[in-house]
Protein backbone atom coordinates (compact mmCIF):
# COMPACT_ATOMS: atom_id res chain seq x y z
CA UNK A 1 0.00 0.00 0.00
CA UNK A 2 3.13 2.50 0.45
CA UNK A 3 4.54 1.93 -2.58
CA UNK A 4 0.61 2.52 -4.32
CA UNK A 5 0.65 6.10 -2.44
CA UNK A 6 3.96 7.08 -3.44
CA UNK A 7 3.74 6.16 -7.01
CA UNK A 8 1.71 9.04 -7.22
CA UNK A 9 3.35 12.23 -6.69
CA UNK A 10 0.64 14.59 -5.26
CA UNK A 11 -3.34 14.55 -4.67
CA UNK A 12 -3.86 16.91 -7.67
CA UNK A 13 -3.81 14.52 -10.41
CA UNK A 14 -6.23 11.77 -8.27
CA UNK A 15 -8.88 12.22 -10.02
CA UNK A 16 -6.84 12.11 -13.73
CA UNK A 17 -5.71 9.13 -12.30
CA UNK A 18 -8.99 7.51 -11.26
CA UNK A 19 -10.35 8.73 -14.96
CA UNK A 20 -7.94 6.56 -16.43
CA UNK A 21 -8.28 3.55 -14.41
CA UNK A 22 -12.41 3.89 -15.57
CA UNK A 23 -11.46 4.57 -19.51
CA UNK A 24 -9.39 0.96 -19.00
CA UNK A 25 -12.08 -0.61 -17.46
CA UNK A 26 -14.84 0.72 -20.01
CA UNK A 27 -12.33 -0.36 -23.14
CA UNK A 28 -11.90 -3.73 -21.70
CA UNK A 29 -15.46 -4.35 -21.58
CA UNK A 30 -16.23 -2.80 -25.42
CA UNK A 31 -13.13 -4.82 -26.58
CA UNK A 32 -14.65 -7.92 -25.09
CA UNK A 33 -18.19 -7.48 -26.55
CA UNK A 34 -16.93 -6.95 -29.65
CA UNK A 35 -14.88 -10.23 -29.59
CA UNK A 36 -17.68 -11.93 -28.65
CA UNK A 37 -19.64 -10.51 -31.92
CA UNK A 38 -16.64 -11.05 -34.17
CA UNK A 39 -16.68 -14.93 -32.82
CA UNK A 40 -20.42 -14.88 -33.90
CA UNK A 41 -21.61 -12.14 -35.96
CA UNK A 42 -25.56 -12.04 -36.55
CA UNK A 43 -27.60 -8.92 -36.99
CA UNK A 44 -29.35 -9.31 -33.17
CA UNK A 45 -25.88 -9.54 -32.19
CA UNK A 46 -24.95 -6.31 -34.07
CA UNK A 47 -27.37 -4.24 -32.57
CA UNK A 48 -26.79 -5.89 -28.98
CA UNK A 49 -23.13 -4.64 -29.98
CA UNK A 50 -24.28 -1.57 -30.54
CA UNK A 51 -26.44 -0.79 -27.47
CA UNK A 52 -23.28 -1.53 -25.27
CA UNK A 53 -20.63 0.05 -26.73
CA UNK A 54 -22.86 3.44 -26.65
CA UNK A 55 -24.10 2.88 -22.76
CA UNK A 56 -20.04 2.64 -22.60
CA UNK A 57 -19.74 5.68 -23.71
CA UNK A 58 -22.55 7.24 -22.00
CA UNK A 59 -21.48 5.46 -18.72
CA UNK A 60 -18.12 7.00 -18.95
CA UNK A 61 -19.83 10.62 -19.43
CA UNK A 62 -18.10 12.96 -17.11
CA UNK A 63 -20.44 13.97 -14.11
CA UNK A 64 -20.64 17.40 -12.16
CA UNK A 65 -19.06 16.58 -9.23
CA UNK A 66 -18.70 20.08 -8.05
CA UNK A 67 -21.44 21.85 -5.89
CA UNK A 68 -22.21 25.71 -6.55
CA UNK A 69 -21.02 26.24 -3.24
CA UNK A 70 -17.94 24.78 -3.82
CA UNK A 71 -17.48 26.44 -7.02
CA UNK A 72 -18.39 29.94 -4.98
CA UNK A 73 -15.93 28.47 -2.52
CA UNK A 74 -12.84 28.28 -5.11
CA UNK A 75 -13.50 31.53 -6.58
CA UNK A 76 -13.37 33.80 -4.05
CA UNK A 77 -10.15 31.88 -2.54
CA UNK A 78 -8.81 32.77 -6.06
CA UNK A 79 -9.48 36.19 -5.34
CA UNK A 80 -7.70 36.58 -2.27
CA UNK A 81 -5.36 34.35 -3.28
CA UNK A 82 -4.20 35.17 -6.72
CA UNK A 83 -2.05 32.69 -8.42
CA UNK A 84 1.09 34.38 -9.91
CA UNK A 85 1.25 32.00 -12.84
CA UNK A 86 -0.85 32.35 -16.02
CA UNK A 87 -3.80 30.30 -16.03
CA UNK A 88 -3.65 28.99 -19.95
CA UNK A 89 -0.61 26.77 -21.28
CA UNK A 90 1.99 29.33 -22.68
CA UNK A 91 2.47 28.97 -26.33
CA UNK A 92 5.51 31.46 -26.32
CA UNK A 93 4.25 34.27 -28.51
CA UNK A 94 3.69 37.14 -25.58
CA UNK A 95 1.29 38.78 -27.25
CA UNK A 96 -0.90 36.38 -28.19
CA UNK A 97 -0.54 34.85 -24.61
CA UNK A 98 -1.17 38.29 -23.06
CA UNK A 99 -4.40 38.83 -24.81
CA UNK A 100 -5.64 35.04 -24.34
CA UNK A 101 -3.79 34.25 -21.00
CA UNK A 102 -2.35 31.26 -22.91
CA UNK A 103 -4.14 28.08 -24.20
CA UNK A 104 -6.97 27.48 -21.92
CA UNK A 105 -7.84 23.89 -21.31
CA UNK A 106 -11.36 22.31 -22.24
CA UNK A 107 -11.53 25.20 -24.89
CA UNK A 108 -11.86 24.65 -28.75
CA UNK A 109 -9.55 27.08 -30.40
CA UNK A 110 -10.04 27.95 -34.54
CA UNK A 111 -7.25 29.25 -36.37
CA UNK A 112 -7.99 30.45 -39.81
CA UNK A 113 -6.87 31.63 -42.79
CA UNK A 114 -7.04 31.14 -46.73
CA UNK A 115 -4.17 28.67 -48.77
CA UNK A 116 -0.44 29.54 -48.08
CA UNK A 117 -0.83 32.34 -45.86
CA UNK A 118 1.03 30.62 -42.77
CA UNK A 119 -1.50 28.24 -40.63
CA UNK A 120 0.85 25.29 -40.78
CA UNK A 121 3.46 27.35 -39.86
CA UNK A 122 2.16 29.10 -37.24
CA UNK A 123 0.33 26.17 -35.22
CA UNK A 124 3.51 24.48 -35.55
CA UNK A 125 5.68 27.55 -33.76
CA UNK A 126 2.43 27.02 -30.84
CA UNK A 127 3.23 23.09 -30.82
CA UNK A 128 7.64 24.05 -30.53
CA UNK A 129 6.85 27.31 -28.32
CA UNK A 130 4.80 25.00 -26.06
CA UNK A 131 7.05 22.02 -25.85
CA UNK A 132 9.82 24.78 -25.13
CA UNK A 133 8.21 26.27 -22.12
CA UNK A 134 8.22 21.72 -20.56
CA UNK A 135 4.84 21.10 -22.59
CA UNK A 136 3.49 18.15 -24.36
CA UNK A 137 2.15 18.89 -27.83
CA UNK A 138 0.31 16.54 -29.92
CA UNK A 139 -0.11 17.46 -33.55
CA UNK A 140 -1.91 15.59 -36.35
CA UNK A 141 -1.53 16.01 -39.51
CA UNK A 142 -3.91 15.57 -42.26
CA UNK A 143 -2.31 17.23 -45.01
CA UNK A 144 1.79 17.07 -44.19
CA UNK A 145 3.77 13.92 -43.80
CA UNK A 146 5.57 13.91 -40.11
CA UNK A 147 9.16 13.78 -42.32
CA UNK A 148 8.25 17.24 -44.10
CA UNK A 149 6.94 18.71 -40.69
CA UNK A 150 9.74 17.85 -39.11
CA UNK A 151 12.34 19.38 -41.39
CA UNK A 152 9.97 22.56 -41.22
CA UNK A 153 10.57 22.38 -37.35
CA UNK A 154 14.53 21.76 -38.02
CA UNK A 155 14.52 24.54 -40.72
CA UNK A 156 13.05 26.97 -37.63
CA UNK A 157 14.83 25.99 -34.56
CA UNK A 158 18.24 26.02 -36.93
CA UNK A 159 17.70 29.10 -39.10
CA UNK A 160 17.87 27.26 -42.07
CA UNK A 161 16.00 28.20 -45.60
CA UNK A 162 13.25 25.80 -45.28
CA UNK A 163 13.65 25.70 -49.88
CA UNK A 164 17.12 24.00 -49.17
CA UNK A 165 15.42 20.71 -48.31
CA UNK A 166 13.81 20.22 -51.81
CA UNK A 167 17.14 20.07 -53.54
CA UNK A 168 19.41 19.55 -50.75
CA UNK A 169 22.05 22.02 -50.79
CA UNK A 170 23.29 22.88 -47.41
CA UNK A 171 26.65 24.73 -46.41
CA UNK A 172 28.32 23.71 -43.88
CA UNK A 173 27.38 26.21 -41.21
CA UNK A 174 23.50 24.76 -42.29
CA UNK A 175 24.79 20.90 -41.06
CA UNK A 176 25.45 22.44 -37.88
CA UNK A 177 22.82 24.28 -37.07
CA UNK A 178 21.01 21.49 -38.02
CA UNK A 179 22.35 19.37 -35.84
CA UNK A 180 22.20 21.47 -32.90
CA UNK A 181 18.17 21.56 -33.92
CA UNK A 182 17.91 17.62 -34.13
CA UNK A 183 19.27 17.77 -30.88
CA UNK A 184 16.48 20.30 -29.27
CA UNK A 185 13.43 18.68 -30.90
CA UNK A 186 14.99 15.61 -29.71
CA UNK A 187 14.65 16.55 -26.08
CA UNK A 188 10.50 17.48 -26.68
CA UNK A 189 7.68 15.50 -25.55
CA UNK A 190 5.79 15.93 -29.43
CA UNK A 191 4.10 13.89 -31.05
CA UNK A 192 3.36 13.92 -34.49
CA UNK A 193 0.74 11.82 -36.17
CA UNK A 194 -0.13 11.88 -40.28
CA UNK A 195 -2.85 8.78 -40.18
CA UNK A 196 -5.34 9.74 -37.93
CA UNK A 197 -8.36 11.32 -39.66
CA UNK A 198 -11.19 10.99 -37.31
CA UNK A 199 -12.51 11.95 -34.38
CA UNK A 200 -12.68 8.73 -32.88
CA UNK A 201 -8.79 8.16 -33.97
CA UNK A 202 -7.77 11.63 -32.27
CA UNK A 203 -9.86 10.76 -29.38
CA UNK A 204 -7.82 7.70 -28.89
CA UNK A 205 -4.01 8.84 -29.54
CA UNK A 206 -4.75 11.74 -26.81
CA UNK A 207 -6.34 9.15 -24.23
CA UNK A 208 -3.28 6.82 -24.83
CA UNK A 209 -0.68 9.86 -24.17
CA UNK A 210 -2.76 10.99 -21.45
CA UNK A 211 -2.77 8.06 -19.78
CA UNK A 212 1.10 7.50 -20.12
CA UNK A 213 2.46 10.72 -19.03
CA UNK A 214 -1.36 11.94 -17.16
CA UNK A 215 0.85 15.04 -15.20
CA UNK A 216 2.07 16.61 -18.75
CA UNK A 217 0.13 19.38 -20.25
CA UNK A 218 -1.11 18.29 -22.83
CA UNK A 219 -1.90 20.26 -26.42
CA UNK A 220 -3.50 18.84 -29.55
CA UNK A 221 -3.44 20.52 -32.59
CA UNK A 222 -5.29 19.47 -35.94
CA UNK A 223 -4.27 20.38 -39.24
CA UNK A 224 -6.74 20.75 -40.65
CA UNK A 225 -10.58 20.62 -40.29
CA UNK A 226 -11.80 20.27 -43.99
CA UNK A 227 -9.64 16.81 -44.03
CA UNK A 228 -11.24 15.42 -40.91
CA UNK A 229 -13.44 12.58 -42.14
CA UNK A 230 -16.80 12.15 -39.93
CA UNK A 231 -18.09 9.54 -38.36
CA UNK A 232 -21.61 9.61 -39.65
CA UNK A 233 -23.23 10.07 -43.26
CA UNK A 234 -24.71 13.90 -44.11
CA UNK A 235 -26.61 15.10 -46.79
CA UNK A 236 -24.54 18.55 -46.56
CA UNK A 237 -20.79 19.14 -46.20
CA UNK A 238 -22.14 21.63 -43.44
CA UNK A 239 -23.64 19.13 -41.05
CA UNK A 240 -20.50 16.96 -41.60
CA UNK A 241 -18.39 19.80 -40.37
CA UNK A 242 -20.96 20.94 -37.61
CA UNK A 243 -20.53 17.34 -36.23
CA UNK A 244 -16.93 17.34 -36.22
CA UNK A 245 -16.52 20.77 -34.27
CA UNK A 246 -19.04 19.69 -31.81
CA UNK A 247 -17.32 16.73 -31.09
CA UNK A 248 -14.02 18.42 -30.85
CA UNK A 249 -15.66 20.93 -28.42
CA UNK A 250 -16.77 17.92 -26.14
CA UNK A 251 -13.81 15.87 -26.35
CA UNK A 252 -11.76 19.17 -25.39
CA UNK A 253 -13.86 19.43 -22.55
CA UNK A 254 -13.99 15.42 -21.52
CA UNK A 255 -10.17 15.37 -21.02
CA UNK A 256 -9.76 18.96 -20.04
CA UNK A 257 -7.06 20.11 -22.84
CA UNK A 258 -6.67 22.95 -25.40
CA UNK A 259 -7.30 21.70 -28.96
CA UNK A 260 -6.44 23.95 -31.59
CA UNK A 261 -8.07 23.30 -34.76
CA UNK A 262 -7.13 25.07 -38.28
CA UNK A 263 -9.68 25.69 -40.90
CA UNK A 264 -9.80 27.14 -44.55
CA UNK A 265 -11.54 29.59 -45.40
CA UNK A 266 -13.41 29.84 -48.59
CA UNK A 267 -12.74 31.95 -51.68
CA UNK A 268 -15.36 34.90 -51.11
CA UNK A 269 -12.51 36.90 -49.05
CA UNK A 270 -10.78 37.35 -52.56
CA UNK A 271 -13.38 39.06 -53.82
CA UNK A 272 -13.28 42.00 -51.24
CA UNK A 273 -11.25 44.46 -51.52
CA UNK A 274 -9.87 44.13 -48.18
CA UNK A 275 -8.87 40.66 -47.77
CA UNK A 276 -8.82 40.53 -44.17
CA UNK A 277 -11.04 37.34 -42.90
CA UNK A 278 -14.57 38.31 -40.99
CA UNK A 279 -16.22 35.79 -39.15
CA UNK A 280 -19.12 36.24 -41.32
CA UNK A 281 -16.26 33.40 -43.82
CA UNK A 282 -17.14 31.16 -41.46
CA UNK A 283 -21.12 31.14 -42.02
CA UNK A 284 -20.35 27.58 -44.60
CA UNK A 285 -18.68 25.80 -41.92
CA UNK A 286 -21.27 23.76 -39.81
CA UNK A 287 -21.72 25.03 -36.28
CA UNK A 288 -18.08 26.51 -35.75
CA UNK A 289 -19.44 29.64 -34.58
CA UNK A 290 -21.08 28.41 -31.48
CA UNK A 291 -18.74 25.41 -31.08
CA UNK A 292 -15.46 27.47 -31.01
CA UNK A 293 -14.48 29.11 -27.82
CA UNK A 294 -11.98 31.28 -29.39
CA UNK A 295 -11.70 31.72 -33.57
CA UNK A 296 -9.15 33.55 -34.87
CA UNK A 297 -7.83 34.57 -38.56
CA UNK A 298 -4.78 34.93 -39.71
CA UNK A 299 -3.83 37.18 -42.06
CA UNK A 300 -0.88 38.74 -44.27
CA UNK A 301 -0.16 41.79 -46.18
CA UNK A 302 2.72 40.78 -47.90
CA UNK A 303 0.73 38.05 -49.16
CA UNK A 304 -1.17 40.27 -51.34
CA UNK A 305 0.70 43.01 -51.82
CA UNK A 306 4.78 41.55 -52.79
CA UNK A 307 6.18 45.61 -52.83
CA UNK A 308 3.74 46.28 -49.48
CA UNK A 309 6.06 48.00 -46.34
CA UNK A 310 5.13 45.81 -43.84
CA UNK A 311 6.98 43.13 -45.48
CA UNK A 312 7.40 39.74 -42.56
CA UNK A 313 4.05 40.82 -40.67
CA UNK A 314 1.65 38.58 -39.85
CA UNK A 315 -1.90 39.80 -38.22
CA UNK A 316 -3.85 37.12 -35.44
CA UNK A 317 -7.18 38.79 -35.45
CA UNK A 318 -9.19 37.62 -32.03
CA UNK A 319 -12.96 37.95 -33.68
CA UNK A 320 -14.25 35.57 -30.85
CA UNK A 321 -12.74 34.86 -27.14
CA UNK A 322 -15.40 34.01 -25.03
CA UNK A 323 -13.99 34.42 -22.04
CA UNK A 324 -11.32 37.32 -23.04
CA UNK A 325 -11.08 40.32 -25.20
CA UNK A 326 -11.51 40.29 -29.14
CA UNK A 327 -8.39 42.45 -31.25
CA UNK A 328 -5.31 41.71 -33.33
CA UNK A 329 -2.04 40.69 -32.24
CA UNK A 330 1.02 41.38 -35.16
CA UNK A 331 3.73 38.75 -34.82
CA UNK A 332 6.42 38.31 -36.93
CA UNK A 333 6.35 36.03 -39.82
CA UNK A 334 10.00 34.86 -40.85
CA UNK A 335 8.58 32.84 -43.88
CA UNK A 336 12.66 31.57 -45.10
CA UNK A 337 12.51 29.81 -41.67
CA UNK A 338 8.71 29.17 -41.20
CA UNK A 339 9.62 31.13 -37.70
CA UNK A 340 6.43 33.09 -36.55
CA UNK A 341 8.18 35.23 -33.40
CA UNK A 342 6.68 38.47 -31.35
CA UNK A 343 7.72 41.49 -33.31
CA UNK A 344 10.50 42.69 -30.67
CA UNK A 345 12.12 39.15 -30.82
CA UNK A 346 13.25 39.88 -34.17
Not at 143 to 148: L, N, P, R
Not at 194 to 215: C, F, G, H, M, W
Not at 241 to 262: D, S
Request: include cysteine; hydrophobic fraction near 40%; aromatic fraction near 6%.
Amino acid sequence: MLAMAESIASTASLKLHERLIFDAYRNRMAKENALTFAANPSDEGLDELIANLQAYRELGAVKQEKTTDDYLLEITEEMCFPSTEQAGLSTSLRDFDDMTGGLQRGELIIVAARPSVGKTAFALNLAMGHESNTGSALFFSLEMGTKQLLQRMISSVGRINSQKWRNMTFSEEDYQQAIQAVGVISDWEMMIYDQLRTVNEIRSAIRKKIREYPDEKHVAIIDYLQLMTPAGKHDRRDLEIGEITRELKLMAVELNIPIVLLSQLSRGVESRPDKRPLMSDLRDLGNIEQDADVISFLYRKDYYMKDTEQQHRMEITLSKQRNGPTGTVVVAFDKEYGRVLDLGDI
